[in-house]
């Protein structure tokens, strides 16, 4: 095994906060951007009022308020993650450390993360020209709560679906590359299953989110006026059962499955880029220290 593998191995505890956060700042943006498409018809398939058809024009609306928010999010995401997995595990593959640290970085990402994803979805749904336009006429017709009404629906849905997704990824992490080397494959596999199982089993809490965060581009006035959770799941259940809280499903799995295959192999591989010029910039440090002292 090379000095590279080996230091990959030790990098989720020994790496710095700013490994982590660029790794994840690159693995965020590449996930939400790849699949934006996909997103953007879930999207439409969720709300219960009428929507704007999906163009080729229309698809990437919105991709923006995605970008700024994704870097930070997940840079922000995955560094907390590192820190509270390194505090909690006891063992490699400490499943339960891992869907704790997963709730945690959970907290972090979606408080920062929630206002752009209220800004995305508004903009997949009707016709703005800027971001900026669109959270000033957010703000100015619902006020700052608008961009926080959903943060409480998100957390119930976040939580559970990163703690399983991180505790999925663990577990597939350690059949598939139990020696936690860098492999990509293995890395996609296990980031493709954990992605399908968190998004099916959250998929309800979803749409729930998607109607509090569109509900100001509705003109049913319950829609519209949709104060919280309880009230979204019981109109959800009103108007279309059960199966109204699987509204969207088939793509929200189709796109959490690269998605997350996607971060994860992004995030993984600048972890192992960084590691790789760490035993070099030791080297060198060593050298250029031995050299002063015999000088």
């Not at 505090?87 to 993360?113: E, I, N, Q």
Request: glycine fraction near 6%; proline fraction near 4%; charged fraction near 15%.
């Amino acid at each position: 095994m090379d000095i590279g593998e080996d230091q990959y191995e030790s990098l989720g505890s020994n790496a710095s906060m700013a490994q982590n956060a660029i790794a994840g700042a690159f693995a965020g943006i590449g996930e939400h951007c790849l699949m934006y498409p996909i997103d953007a018809y879930k999207t439409r398939v969720q709300v219960l009022h009428k929507a704007t058809a999906v163009t080729l024009r229309n698809t990437w609306r919105g991709v923006y308020s995605v970008v700024m928010g994704a870097g930070p999010a997940h840079a922000l995401h995955f560094a907390t993650f590192e820190y509270c997995r390194a505090r909690f595990a006891t063992s490699t593959h400490d499943l339960v450390a891992s869907g704790a640290a997963g709730a945690c970085a959970t907290f972090a990402h979606d408080a920062l993360m929630t206002p752009f994803d209220v800004v995305k979805q508004r903009m997949q749904l009707a016709s703005y020209r800027s971001v900026r336009e669109c959270a000033r006429k957010i703000y100015a017709a619902e006020g700052w709560a608008a961009f926080y009404i959903s943060l409480p629906t998100t957390l119930s849905m976040s939580v559970p679906f990163q703690s399983l997704q991180f505790a999925m990824y663990d577990y597939a992490s350690s059949l598939l590359n139990p020696s936690n080397t860098y492999d990509p494959k293995s890395h996609m596999m296990a980031g493709a299953l954990a992605g399908a199982v968190a998004s099916s089993i959250t998929t309800p809490l979803d749409v729930i989110k998607t109607l509090l965060q569109t509900r100001g581009n509705a003109t049913d006035p319950r829609i519209r006026h949709c104060s919280g959770f309880w009230e979204g799941a019981k109109l959800i259940a009103e108007r279309h059962g059960a199966t109204g809280f699987f509204r969207g499903f088939k793509p929200r799995v189709l796109t959490h499955m690269p998605s997350t295959a996607i971060s994860w192999s992004v995030y993984e591989y600048f972890k192992w880029f960084l590691s790789t010029y760490q035993p070099a910039a030791t080297a060198t440090t060593a050298t250029t220290t031995a050299v002063s002292s015999s000088t």
